[in-house]
């Protein structure tokens, strides 16, 4: 039930917009997102609402963790 | 499932990790999404060394048989309309479920939005219209906006039914609960895209239990196991989001802002495990106009007299699986009485109960 799905924005009215979820057109309200999001930018929709933009390249961290992690595991092995 | 290079190195260092700690490991899924991505590409089995417990994530397993019962009540007074999420229809009650309900005549309607229960009420204005809102930090914003739309555009012929439920009090609860045996914690991505990683602080700083917000993906929870799996190694515990491209440490500002001006924190029954304090969402006193609880209050107060009982259906065990306690294959109804077309209780109605997860991949012990 709390999962939201990216889609993209293909038409914005005010707070409303049309999305394109795996190629459906979804009219959704933009109400709750914080920020300003555009024409061709990703949108996370839950239950026909915009909770948050999707930022593609906010993974830095998590993946230095990660890596970090796995490279300590290497050399131990090594 | 198809495994690309790095997320093999990482199946290859959890099962290290796994070696070097020499006992199994037991790992919460707060989240009903997550059970079911977790069985569906097949990472119980991938793990040997790993326990998966599934946790109160699933909003439809933890509505309590007597909110179904005050939402049935309402369907059936004169005029109503009340609309809800698909899930909810076949939440059992001690009155039926909302399906029976709509079987002898009330007008139950299933929504995908809360937005459309409010075009309904503007379509209908004769009609009084009643929104039975349930879900988490993810779903309750969508609620707040649309009484802040009602209020906007004056429409009177419309109220919310607010069964909302909040994941850290339920954890708080959930931590402090005798022979719980939980090493760490995988916390829901989408609640936390709302409310940000700060609210479960506690976790780590007070309880000492490593915990990592996770998205969805097979590649995302190995990633988060991975985590997960770092911390215990190194003996510390923190709060981690691996799920970055959807969760900001502060979570969404703007829908915590609404969430704030038209709910409060309310005590809240959680099915199976019982009352929460302050785990659940009510409407402030200066919109009650717009809840249904105030709204239909001579309705609800007849609840003994409609013959609603508070008990859960015999032999039904949703609260021990819904705090990891057990597994649904150690319920007695399981597979047998219990099965997702003819469900005894709320965590085999929802395709995200743990028991309808076991049921259909087929769990440990089955
Ligand atoms: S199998 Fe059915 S009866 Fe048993 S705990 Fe799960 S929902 Fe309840």
Redesign the interface.
């Known amino acids: 039930m709390c999962l939201a799905i990216p889609s993209r924005i293909i038409e914005k009215n005010g707070f409303e917009a049309t999305v394109d979820v795996y190629g459906a057109r979804r009219k959704i309200s933009l109400m709750l997102l914080p920020e300003e999001a555009a024409v061709g930018e990703y949108v996370l929709v839950h239950a026909g609402f915009a909770i948050q933009k999707v930022e593609e390249d906010a993974a830095s961290d998590a993946l230095g963790f990660i890596e970090e992690i796995l490279r300590a595991l290497e050399a131990e092995e090594a | 499932m198809a495994i690309n290079r790095q997320t093999d190195?990482?199946v290859k260092?959890i099962r290290?990790?796994l070696g070097e700690i020499g006992r199994p490991v037991r790992l919460m899924e707060v989240?009903?999404?997550h059970t079911v991505s977790i069985f569906r590409h097949g990472l119980r089995g991938m793990f040997e060394g790993i326990r998966f417990l599934s946790g109160p994530?699933?909003?439809?397993c933890v509505t309590s048989s007597e909110d179904v019962d005050r939402a049935v009540l309402i369907s059936r007074e004169p005029g109503v309309i009340l609309a809800t999420?698909g899930?909810m229809m076949r939440v059992p009650g001690s009155l039926g479920n909302l399906d029976y309900a709509r079987a002898c005549g009330a007008d139950v309607r299933i929504v995908?939005?809360?937005?459309?229960a409010l075009r309904m009420a503007r379509a209908e204005r004769t009609r009084r219209v009643v929104f039975f809102s349930?879900?988490?930090e993810?779903?309750a914003?969508?609620a707040a906006?649309i009484i802040?739309?009602a209020r906007k555009e004056g429409i009177k012929n419309f109220s919310v039914y607010s069964v909302h439920k909040l994941v850290p009090p339920a954890l708080r609860a959930l931590l402090s609960t005798p022979g719980l045996d939980v090493d760490g914690f995988l916390l829901?991505?989408?609640?936390s895209?709302?409310i940000g990683a700060r609210p479960y602080e506690f976790i780590a700083a007070d309880k000492g239990k490593p915990a990592v917000i996770a998205g969805?993906s097979a590649e995302d929870i190995i990633?988060a196991t991975?985590?997960l799996?770092?911390q215990m190694?190194q003996g510390r515990a923190a709060v981690?989001?691996?799920?970055?491209?959807?969760v900001?440490a502060e979570g969404?500002?703007?829908?915590l802002a609404?969430m704030e001006e038209f709910f409060e924190p309310a005590s809240a029954n959680w099915r199976g495990i019982g009352t929460i304090p302050a785990s659940g969402l009510g409407i402030r006193e200066g919109f009650s106009g717009f809840d249904a609880a105030k709204v239909f209050a001579g309705v609800l107060g007849g609840m003994e007299r409609a013959g609603a009982a508070s008990s859960e259906p015999p032999g039904c065990s949703c609260g021990d699986v819904l705090r990891g306690l057990k597994i649904p294959a150690e319920c007695r109804l399981f597979g047998k009485k219990c099965t997702p077309e003819s469900p005894v209780g709320a965590c085999m109605v929802?395709t995200?109960g743990s028991c309808a997860a076991y049921y259909k991949y087929g769990g440990p012990g089955r």
């Open positions: 190195r990482q260092g290290m990790m989240c009903g999404t994530g699933c909003p439809v999420f899930d995908y939005s809360a937005l459309d349930t879900g988490f993810t779903t914003p969508g906006a802040h739309e829901p991505g989408h609640v895209t709302i969805f990633s991975l985590m799996l770092g190694r981690e989001v691996q799920y970055q491209t959807a900001r969404n500002p703007k829908a609404l929802s995200e």
